[in-house]
Nanobody, 124 residues
Framework: QVQLVEAGGGLVQPGVSLTLSCAAT???????LGWFRQAPGKDREFVSA????????YPADSVKGRFIVSRDKGKNTMYLQMSSLQPDDTAVYYC??????????????????WGQGTQVTVSS
């Protein structure tokens, strides 16, 4: 059983950076973790994913170069470093975990474990 808790959201101005964290309880060995976001009135969207064992990352094209996902094994925590934030990045950000194959990383229905979400609002 894995439990996930996101933190780090908030209200920020356009252009700034923000880092979200996803702290896990339980072993993540063999897991892949993902970040998703859901803007008001829109479907949940894949942002990026990470293989826990080797740290390899799989960002969505829409955030490549702006958002970086990483992990700290000692803290059992995954991070999402977001830079050059824009109003379109406003959303609730969720982390998720599961034993997924690579072709399933972008699809939320394949993740059995989810955090509660953290709100990120980008506005001047």
């Amino acid at each position: 059983q894995v439990q996930l808790v996101e933190a780090g959201g908030g209200l920020v101005q356009p252009g700034v950076s923000l880092t979200l964290s996803c702290a896990a309880t339980g072993s993540l060995s063999g897991y892949r973790l993902g970040w998703f976001r859901q803007a008001p009135g829109k479907d949940r969207e894949f942002v990026s994913a990470l293989s826990w064992n080797d740290g390899r990352t799989y960002p969505a094209d829409s955030v490549k170069g702006r958002f970086i996902v990483s992990r700290d094994k000692g803290k059992n925590t995954m991070y999402l470093q977001m830079s050059s934030l824009q109003p379109d990045d406003t959303a609730v950000y969720y982390c998720a975990a599961g034993r997924l194959i690579l072709s399933s990383l972008r699809y939320e229905q394949h993740y059995p474990y989810w955090g509660q979400g953290t709100q990120v609002t980008v506005s001047s």
